[in-house]
């Protein structure tokens, strides 16, 4: 029930201890995924029981701080009480990806073992399918690539009494990044996001929304004086809680994405 991380240099370190949650040491995990907010999530074979909570091969149990809690309830969701998740990944949009250990039938949609079920508003649907993939075999766990989706939305900045309030549109994205810079920094540098970024003082005013999946947040500051200002700049997050891009191409200089990630007050 161990979570193992491999780096990809051949270097193995423990990313999850079962002991730490308590769950007992003959339990199986057999599904691992991470959610937008960068949760683990987990499901295990047969009933484990954790604190006043058991849970079923159906259901799907979440780790936050340091705690085992349920994330998604198999009966609540209609499957068999012997159906084992054997997958599980929340999608760009929040949408929910599961994986099945035996063929079943949910709603009007049949899966086999080796295909991926999406559950959009209560409803199955087909997420992935080979038809090259033996019937009568099985995949144990799949994962979402981590890659930044491009944002499509649109970003506006409106004045609230004394305050700024910045709002956007969900551009087809549930959580975002948003930080704040020196707009005229930006222009004496030609650009550089990393100092315009870094003349916020202090840092921690740069990062306004984390992980937010808000459409609309305040800046509490005052307003600039005359002849300077800010600039506010968004992107979407992808699952398991991968940041998405910054950039905008175009006449863009450099990469704004290397930039903010070097200035001090960048979102994690």
Known sequence: ADIVRYDGAGLYSMFLAAAFLGIPEDA?????????SGRPVVSFDSPV????????????????????S???????????????????????????????????ELGAQSFFPADVAALVGGSWSLFFHDPDFPADSAVTDFAVPCAGPAYNGQLRATKAGALTQITW???????FDLVR???????????DFTQALDA?????????????G???????RPDPTPGRGYFYVLRAVAGCSAGGSYDAGGAQVGSRDAEIAASAGDCP
């Open 28 to 36: 199986n995990v057999d599904a691992v995924g991470i959610d937008p």
């Open 49 to 68: 029981t954790v604190g006043s909570d058991t849970y079923m091969p159906s259901d799907v149990a979440v780790i936050d701080g340091g705690v085992l």
């Open 70 to 104: 349920p994330l998604v309830s198999g009966v609540a969701l209609g499957l068999p009480d012997d159906l084992n998740v054997t997958g599980y990944e929340i999608a760009a949009g929040g949408v929910q990806l599961f994986q099945f250990d035996v063929p079943v």
């Open 169 to 175: 549109t969900g551009g087809g994205s549930a959580l």
């Open 181 to 191: 810079g020196d707009l005229g920094r930006l222009l004496a540098t030609g650009g």
């Open 200 to 212: 916020i003082v202090p840092a921690g005013d740069v990062c306004m929304a984390d992980n937010s």
């Open 214 to 220: 808000a459409l609309t947040t305040t800046d509490m």
